[in-house]
């Protein structure tokens, strides 16, 4: 097991370079002078400071050598400054509890309802919910996400009034609520309809049947022997969709005003803040690994059939 | 009052603990409703086992899965009543059903593969049953699938207990299987073919297992099988079913040794051996029977009709052996530790025109591999093979495409070999494009010739495999086999997937094309009965070594290697 996390710690180091490489390059590439946008379109810079500015942040030298300074950094745990001359860690330091506690509560949300409405209408094929859940679905998987938080926005927080519009002021949960369930929205119906095809399949296996046969309350089958094997490929699919959630992020917490790290990025972008970007680009895949790290292990955990150790 | 009681206890050893009466099952099928049972009753006594004999579709799987609520979707039962001491469980409210399921009739499934739970730990499965339903602590649990663990036989049950599935072989999963049904302490168990995908030799000590159990506990015993074999070792009475009918029954003596209906008779009778060696088997004509009219067609002579081999040698293989590499690990920057495992050490044999080389093993001896080397799938590691005197590895690409037209191998199970959306003819006319010969025309005749010859309507030419039999399917996989005129079939388990009664049609089939045409066979199989039957020679495989080879009358009578007589010790006749 230990060898398994270690070989896959390593093999992550080449996806961390190729990936904040590839963000590095994109930001690299952005049009216009980040020295303009930094100062404004109006103002007018002295050539002076500008030549300073430029030596100051490594402007001039060739991307590889700004990119390996960068990892140089990053790999001290230096997040570099950005143009502003605020340290990006700071930043990142700033915003990430927001991030986390939005993206969790969605998470949450989205397995609570994507695995409960899955698994009934799984239980029950042919039923009211499973009708409902099959026809919602449907229905969500056409909507973009975005269309589903401008909507949310106005019924419950403007016309109803239930929940805060905008910003963090209220605290958990109330201000979280909307922004989260927007978030949240666009993974049940995947989540939901996974979980519904996975009970399907092994409601009438041998084992179900066997377990029948021993006189199981319909309760504890299900619970131990449909729901154990079905949610295994769920799990799998929930981990990685927390990689999703990171970035439906950005959208969200645009729209909502919440002060997390896709506002961070998403103001950055704007201003062609590139160490940020770069910073938290970087932050995202590191987690993203993190995760999909966690999920393999916990598939190992669950299904004993998968032995760790001997997969490439 | 005491005289009435006491009548009520005499009458209670007397009277079964199950009794069905009347039982009716249907299935909802795309074209309305079918039966599969039709008015079934049957009796179950402590102490005493029923087996119930029957091919696919007979019915005696539906029963036996009724009585314990576990019909397939669609199944539902339309009439009749399932007493368990006296009580309709078939009438009773779920909760109530539940304690007469598990506590009073425990089930063991055919396939303990699948029937267990790959995720759940051994001893939990086995335990679950007990402890919902005595409240029994998950320490107690544990402990009594430790205690029926070591009695179903299973070494170092302290361990085994933890460990999955997965990590047990079939023989050993099975016993797993019926501890968990044991762990309820029921006083009734029906088992589904326990037995049917294991070895011979795993087989006898499962239903030995199961005899010895029976006999401490009391246990009535339902037993489902389609193995004469089966019947005689382990059945007190039988009931003989065909297409949802009880045909016959009787004690075990009765319907073996003196069977009343035609159709027990040839199934009797049906079941190739050394002792009807040669002679060409009764038949059941398939889906003509309803209930009591079951057509039998009987052989028409009952004189031996083996074929004579010649002088030519077809196949010849030299020191032929083959190792696979076993990849355990390792990533980009590391490989892993490479293990090799040797499937087939050292095989010589020879097969020469008319002649009948039966190969016989148990699973993971080395016998498919061997197959595949011989028909050209598979490069040996080490050793020649030679088709018609020309070695395999000495040729070049062409060249050995030409060689191998005159060697073809049919694979066990038609269903999964036949392209489902290939038509039977596209199928046998398959080869005969590969390898350029002839027009569309004169490929059609030569279909039609082919579907002829192997005894099947050539107006069936463009049927797909799912509107055929089993039997009929492996009468196209025949054909398709010989559409190139080879001099060599090798045979990989042919009926193995069939029913008796149809096995013997393909049996006679193969023994008639032999005649025919002249061919060379080389039979694998895992049954001694057919390997007798139509063998010329035997050749007996163990951890991929041949370890005795001679004429069968020999091989049978006088075993040399102590396998030889292990395997024909496990062979159950009826």
Known sequence: ??????????????????????????????????????????????????????????????????????????????????????????????????????????????????????????????????????????VLIGIPFFVVAYVGQIVFGLEF?????????????????????????????????????????????????????????????AVRHVLRTSLIPVVSMLGLSLGGLLGGAVLVEGIFNVPGLGYAIFTAIGQQNGPVVVGIGSLVVLVFLGVNLLVDLMYGVLDPRVSLDRRG | MTSVQATTATTDLATPVVRVRDLSIEFATRSGRSTAVKKMDLDLHPGRTLAVLGESGSGKSATARAIMGVL????????????????????????????????????????????????????????????????????????LAIDLLDRVGIADPRRAVDRFPHQFSGGMRQRVMIAGALAIDPEVLIADEPTTALDVTVQSQILQLMLDLRDERGLALMFITHDMGVVATIADEV?????????????????????????????????????????????????????????????????????????????????????????????????????????????????HAGETLGVVGESGCGKSTLARMLTGGLAPTRG??????????????????????????????????????????????????????GDTASRRARVLELLDLVGLDPDHANRLPHQFSGGQRQRVEVARALALEPRLLVLDEPVSALDVSVQAQVVNLLMRLQRELD?????????????????????????????????VAQIEDDPRHPYTSQLLAAVLRP
Do not use: C
């Not at chain 1, 609520?177 to 009970?199: K, N």
């Not at chain 2, 078939?90 to 598990?102: I, N, S």
């Not at chain 2, 079951?294 to 083996?306: A, K």
């Not at chain 2, 060379?520 to 057919?530: E, M, N, Q, R």
């Open chain 2, 239 to 351: 009931l003989v079913m065909y297409d949802g009918h009880v045909l016959e029954r009787g004690t075990r003596d009765q319907v073996l040794h003196a069977p009343e209906h035609a159709y027990t008779r040839a199934l009797l009778e049906s079941v190739p051996s050394a002792d009807n060696r040669g002679r060409e088997l009764p038949v059941v004509a398939a889906g003509v029977g309803r209930g009591e009219v079951v057509e039998v067609i009987e052989p028409e002579s009952d004189v031996e009709v083996l074929s004579r081999p010649g002088n030519d040698v077809v196949v010849r293989a030299q020191g032929v052996g083959r190792d696979f590499s076993l990849a355990s690990g390792g990533d980009w920057w590391r490989p892993g530790r490479a293990g090799r495992t040797t499937a087939v050490h050292e095989v010589d044999l020879t097969v």
């Open chain 2, 72 to 143: 397939p979707p669609g199944g539902s039962v339309t009439s009749g009543t399932v007493e368990v001491h006296g009580v309709d469980l078939l009438a009773m409210r779920p909760k109530e059903q539940r304690r007469v399921r598990g506590p009073v009739v425990g089930m063991v499934f055919q396939d303990a593969q699948s029937a267990l739970n790959p995720v759940l730990p051994v001893g939990y499965q086995i335990a679950e049953g007990a402890r919902a339903h005595r409240g029994m602590s998950r320490k107690a649990g544990r402990e």
């Open chain 1, 1 to 138: 097991m230990l060898g398994y996390i270690v070989r896959r710690l390593l093999a992550s180091v080449p996806v961390l370079l190729g990936t904040t490489f590839l963000i590095f390059v994109a930001v690299y590439a952005l049009p216009g002078d980040p020295i303009t946008a930094l100062a404004g379109e109006d103002q007018t810079i002295s050539p002076a400071v500008r030549r300073e500015l430029t030596e100051r942040y490594g402007l001039d030298d060739p991307l590889l050598v700004q990119y390996v300074n960068y990892l140089t950094g990053l790999f001290v745990g230096d997040f570099g400054v950005d143009f502003r001359g605020v340290e990006v860690s700071y930043v990142i330091a700033r915003a990430w509890p927001t991030t986390v506690l939005l993206a969790l509560t969605a998470w949450v949300l989205m397995a609570v309802f994507g695995i409960g409405l899955g698994a009934i209408a799984g239980l029950r094929p042919g039923g009211v919910v499973d009708g409902a859940v099959l026809a919602a679905t449907t």
């Open chain 2, 519 to 551: 061919l060379a066979y080389v039979f694998i199989s895992h049954d001694l009965g057919v390997v007798g039957h139509m063998s010329h020679r035997v050749l007996v495989m163990n951890g991929g070594r041949v370890v005795e080879e001679g004429p």
């Open chain 2, 384 to 437: 020649r093979v030679e088709v018609l005197g020309r070695d395999l590895s000495a040729l070049t690409r062409g060249e050995r495409l030409e060689v191998l037209r005159d060697v073809q191998l049919v694979h066990q199970d038609p269903s999964s070999s036949l392209d489902p959306r290939l038509s039977a003819g596209a199928a046998i006319a398959e080869p005969l494009v590969v390898h350029g010969v």
């Open chain 1, 161 to 221: 009034g239930w929940f805060p519009t905008s910003g963090t002021r209220d605290g958990w949960p109330l201000s979280y609520v909307l922004p989260a369930a927007s978030l949240a929205i666009f993974g049940v119906p995947e989540l939901a309809r996974l979980t519904r095809a996975s009970i399907l399949e092994n409601r009438y296996a041998d084992y179900v049947h066997a377990a029948v046969a021993k006189g199981l309350s319909p309760m504890r089958i």
